[in-house]
C-alpha cells in the first residue's frame, strides 16, 4: 500500500468521526476534521504525483473518500437545517446519477474509463467551500447573500458537471455504436 492510499484511508476513517461532530453540533470540531480531510486530499495527490506513487486502488480510493465525506456532510448538515435540502438532494443525485450512468455503460459491456473534468474538479471545490463556509458560520459570519450566493454557485455547477457526465456517457455509448458497426463491416 502506497503512502497516498494510507492518507487516503486516514480520511475515510475520519469520515465517521466527522459525522459524530455534526451529530452533536460541535461544528468547530467538525470543521477542524473535516479542513485535516480537505488538506489530506491535496497531500495524498501531491505525493502520489511527486514521487510516482500512482495506484489504481488510488484512483478508487481516493473520490470515494471525497464522496463518503461531502455526501455525509452535505446530509448532516441539511437534517440539521444548517445547509438547505434542496442543495443536499441536488448534490446527492448527481452522484447518483453517475453511478447508475457508469453501471449501466459497464452493464452494457461498455469500457468506462472517468478522468475527472476540469468543471468536475470546481464543483468539488466548491463544495467543500459551501461546507467549510457554513461550519465556520458561528465564528466567521458573512452577509446572507454570500451564503444564497454560494449555494446557487455550488447547484449550478453541480448540475453542469452532471450534465458534462451525461455527455461523456453518452458519447461512449456513440462511439461504441458506431466501433460496433466498423466491426461488423469489417467482419461481413
Known amino acids: ?17 466527522f459525522i459524530i461532530f455534526l451529530i452533536n453540533d460541535q461544528l ?3 470543521l ?15 505525493i502520489a504525483r511527486l514521487f510516482n506513487q500512482k495506484s489504481k486502488l488510488g484512483s478508487y ?7 463518503l465525506l461531502l455526501v ?6 441539511a437534517v440539521r437545517e444548517y445547509l438547505p435540502a434542496w442543495l443536499t438532494v441536488m448534490v446527492i443525485s448527481r452522484d ?13 459491456g461498455f469500457n468506462v474509463n ?17 461546507v467549510i463556509a457554513v461550519l465556520s458560520k458561528a465564528f466567521l459570519p458573512f452577509p446572507g447573500a454570500f451564503y444564497s450566493v454560494l449555494f ?27 466501433n460496433s458497426k466498423e466491426k461488423s463491416q469489417k467482419s461481413g
Do not use: W
Not at 447518483?96 to 452494457?108: E, P, S, Y
Not at 472517468?114 to 459551501?130: A, E, G, H, R, Y
Open 1 to 17: 500500500m502506497t503512502i497516498p492510499n494510507i492518507v487516503t484511508a486516514a480520511r475515510i476513517i475520519m469520515a465517521p468521526i
Open 28 to 30: 468547530t470540531s467538525a
Open 32 to 46: 477542524i476534521v473535516f479542513l485535516v480531510c480537505v488538506a489530506s486530499d491535496g497531500v495524498d495527490g501531491m
Open 61 to 67: 480510493l481516493d473520490p470515494l473518500a471525497d464522496k
Open 72 to 77: 455525509t456532510a452535505f446530509v448532516v448538515l
Open 96 to 108: 447518483v446519477l453517475i453511478l447508475l450512468g457508469v453501471l449501466v455503460l459497464i452493464l452494457n
Open 114 to 130: 472517468i478522468k475527472p473534468t476540469v468543471l468536475s474538479k470546481l464543483n468539488t471545490c466548491f463544495q467543500f467551500t459551501t
Open 152 to 178: 446557487y454557485t455550488t447547484a449550478i455547477l453541480t448540475v453542469s458537471s452532471g450534465l458534462d457526465y451525461m455527455r461523456y456517457g453518452f458519447r461512449i455509448v456513440g462511439e461504441g455504436s458506431t
